[in-house]
């Protein structure tokens, strides 16, 4: 196992900057996910990392030693991309052992390694077929094997599993997360998709315009975003978002926005924080909930049968509110309904900035 350190990095393309000053450690036998939109700089992070795009400014670290100017193959790192890239004349073996059969290793040890490598990934049936007769889980397995066969202190994965279908998709997480359990092994895996993030990771990343935005664990980062861009981009549906304004008085904090008004007695925050202000409630739909004694009264706009539950879509007071509902009794659109929020799911927003108002999450 190996540790990452990367220290004030920058990276241009031409006279754009698309990272510039960040710092970030990745712990030896972590599983970190770089988690964020289409053309936030996570995979040029990535490819920074593994030598593959110039280093403006900055430092990355390999287990304590500057590889800044290193090139690929000297960095001690297995790296899997989005596309296969497999030798389609090459046979599963043979894609398996190019790697160190060109880098000289004895014979013996390829042999050892491809055998170790196709148990891992059950790929020991299909070691004489060519890429054209995989499935593409299969092929992503030969890609991913083709890394371990390098037995690399850390391994690098950019969007591996984009080019699957969502059972596919499914399926490899489920085996990457056994994977890294049985290896030990330091992994920076890049996605878009936070189901994979917050399957696989054992701390996320948030990226946005080439900036972290947040660092924590799965649960912390769902449960405590820092801003109102990391609580939108993680959960599904998005997280329900009420403009309003927060008061304080002697008996404690409300909420109140045109739709309803709410008590969150339990609310700490900020010094900063004035008497009244403007602020962004956010609610997941989880932490909405159908009840008979409901404190408000509500009307169903539209349900998504999920199967195992109902996505209901509420009007509340004109506000458009998801919750999360059993799926039986089914809701029909323009049910009457009573609704009640968990005070302990509410997070607070500052509008003018989308930081947190909160220090932590609220207690029951």
């Not at 350190?5 to 920058?10: V, W």
């Not at 391994?155 to 998709?169: H, I, K, T, V």
């Not at 992994?187 to 990771?201: G, I």
């Not at 009794?329 to 989308?354: K, N, Q, Y």
């Amino acid at each position: 196992m190996q540790g990452l350190s990367i220290r004030q990095l920058g990276i241009r393309f031409g006279r754009q900057a698309v990272i510039e000053g960040l710092d970030l450690e990745v712990e030896p036998g972590e599983f970190l996910v770089l988690l964020g939109p289409s053309g936030c700089g996570k995979s040029t992070l990535l490819h920074g990392i593994a030598g593959l795009v110039d280093v403006a400014a900055g430092q990355v670290l390999i287990d304590g030693r500057d590889m800044t100017a290193a090139e690929p193959a000297d960095r001690g790192i297995g790296m899997v991309f989005q596309s296969y890239a497999l030798y389609p004349t090459m046979t599963v073996e043979r894609n398996l052992s190019f790697g160190v059969r060109a880098a000289g290793l004895p014979a013996a040890q390829v042999r050892d390694r491809v055998a170790q490598a196709a148990a891992l990934l059950q790929l020991e049936p299909l070691l004489q077929r060519k890429p054209a007769q995989l499935s593409g889980g299969q092929r992503q397995r030969v890609a991913i094997g083709r890394a371990l066969v390098r037995q690399a202190g850390i391994y690098l994965f950019d969007e591996p599993l984009s080019n699957l279908d969502a059972q596919l998709r499914a399926e490899l997480r489920r085996e990457l997360k056994l994977l890294h359990q049985r290896l030990g092994a330091t992994m920076v895996y890049v996605t878009h998709d936070q189901a994979e993030a917050l399957t696989l990771a054992t701390r996320i990343v948030v990226m946005r315009a080439g900036r972290i935005e947040q660092i924590g664990s799965p649960a912390q980062v769902y449960a405590q975003p820092r801003n109102l861009f990391v609580a939108g981009f993680l959960g599904t549906p998005v997280i329900n978002r009420i403009e309003g304004h927060l008061h304080t008085a002697p008996g404690g904090r409300r909420f109140v926005a045109p739709a309803f008004s709410l008590d969150l007695p339990s609310l700490e925050l900020r010094a900063s924080a004035s008497d009244s202000q403007p602020a962004t409630l956010a609610l997941r739909a989880e932490h909405v909930q159908l009840r008979e004694d409901g404190e408000f009264a509500a009307r169903v706009q539209l349900v998504e049968p999920q199967g195992s539950h109902q996505v209901a879509w509420l009007d509340i007071g004109g506000a458009s509110v998801s919750a999360l509902v059993d799926s039986e009794p089914p809701l029909r659109a323009g049910d009457a309904v009573r609704v009640s929020i968990r005070r302990e799911g509410v997070l607070l927003f500052d509008p003018a900035t989308g930081l947190r108002l909160g220090k932590e999450k609220l207690s029951c």
